[in-house]
């Protein structure tokens, strides 16, 4: 049996004999499949989820918990728990929660309960875990190694945004620009060209509370061009610079700057991978961006459903068929073409989007899906997901890895082989 786990007003986990835990697949509640929970891993932790109640299953049946069941004298009201997962590892069912209560903080909720004492998430491993274990960042060192970086580049804006990511919002692209190693980031856009209902840097009030502030004004050429020919150079095999990242907008809105960031850092050094992680909608500064030579693109798609995309993304002069444009211009130029798509159990693994999905992937010549949890709260999302079922994501995979043989299906970004 696996029980439910809930959380006290003080934060406590607990849980309670003959509750077992549900999962959550869209709006459906669902029982965990055999073989779908694993060992919570290293790296994930646990976060209440205020106002939303718990469903287990009891002796009665499926039933929420509305209330401390060790405290019913009281009325102590009990809160679901989920598991944020560290990278590698892809959620199969949210938690089973009720729609009730205040918006939730934008975060990739997983079910998550206890078996013989021992915690266990509905997830599974889609790739590797250790480059971007949580125990190699915020470590004792980085204090140092930020202020290093600004005497290396004084009055640079850029390190000094980054310093803000990396202290304030515990970013690991930001943190790597400092540690000297793998995927830093090179954010430069302070505006976007969609309003997605599920942005981690500017959400309208009604929304869900914004994780981090948006960058408010672009870095200057040089500034930006330092920064990434000196990770570049001195990064190692694995180095890559991304434009696009939580902090700003749609970083092709800066085509200019970011084509003669290209230039100029070729310029200096030819090691390592240049990539722009963007929503792909304003073609012609993708364009620019891949005729300047720009190794990699990851375009961000909740859906190739152009109902379900426009309700989500909610872009502004473009639509979905600018994307696929874009794509497609990229991997005539011979650009690595890769899909960040935003995982949502009850979504994507309908048979109708995998269908969708798959014809996406051929149509673009598409040669990587990276699986991103998608960070948004149940209640938010479920006002724009229309009535349906999902195979699960488990299954789901299988049959993307069946009818996509050639297709890379992992979590994270590439260095590009030149």
Not at 49 to 58: E, Q, T
Not at 357 to 382: E, G, T
């Amino acid at each position: 049996m696996v029980r439910m786990l809930f959380a006290n007003i003080t934060g406590e986990w607990l849980d309670f004999p003959d509750w077992e835990m549900l999962g959550r697949s869209g709006s459906q509640i669902v029982e965990p499949e055999a073989g779908e929970l694993i060992p919570l891993p290293q790296g994930a932790t646990l976060v209440a989820m205020p106002g939303r109640y718990p469903i287990g299953k009891n002796p009665t049946g499926y039933q929420l918990l509305n209330y401390n069941p060790y405290k019913p004298n009281q009325k102590e009201a009990a809160w679901a728990v989920g598991a944020l997962l560290p990278q590698g590892f892809t959620r199969t069912l949210l938690p089973a929660v009720t729609d009730t209560g205040p918006n939730l903080p934008l975060l990739g909720y997983a079910a998550v309960g206890i078996k013989k004492g021992r915690l266990v998430v509905a997830a599974i491993q889609t790739d590797e875990h250790c480059q971007w274990h949580p125990k190699h960042y915020n470590t004792k060192e980085l204090d140092k190694l930020i202020k290093l970086r600004q005497k290396q580049f004084p009055g640079n804006s850029l390190i000094n945004q980054l310093a803000l990511c990396a202290r304030e919002y515990g970013c690991f692209t930001a943190q790597n620009i400092f540690y000297g190693r793998l995927e830093g980031g090179l954010p430069v856009s302070p505006v976007c060209n969609a309003n997605c209902l599920g942005c981690i840097s500017q959400q309208a009030a009604e929304c869900c509370p914004a994780p981090q502030r948006r960058l408010v004004t672009p870095p200057q050429l040089q500034e930006v061009a330092e920064v990434a020919a000196n990770h570049l150079a001195n990064g190692g095999p694995k180095a890559i610079v991304s434009f696009g990242q939580g902090c700003e907008g749609e970083p092709s809105l800066q085509s200019n700057l970011i084509a003669q960031v290209i230039k100029k850092v070729r310029q200096q050094t030819k090691n390592g991978t240049i990539n722009i992680n963007t929503n792909a909608g304003y073609t012609e500064g993708i364009k620019e961006i891949v005729t300047a030579g720009i190794d990699s693109l990851r375009v961000s798609l909740i859906s190739p459903n152009d109902q379900i995309y426009t309700a989500y993304h909610r872009p502004m002069e473009y639509n979905l068929q600018n994307v696929k444009e874009s794509m497609q211009f990229a991997r005539a130029a011979g650009t690595w073409v890769s899909l960040n798509l935003l995982t949502y159990p009850g979504l994507n693994d309908r048979e109708e989007e995998i269908e969708a999905l798959v014809d996406l992937v051929k149509a673009c010549d598409i040669q990587q899906i990276q699986l991103r949890n998608l960070n948004i709260d149940p209640k938010v999302i479920s006002q724009i997901i229309p009535e349906g079922i999902g195979i699960g994501i488990p299954q789901m995979l299988q049959e993307l890895k069946i009818r996509l043989p050639r297709v890379v299906l992992g979590n994270y970004s590439r260095p590009v082989a030149k």
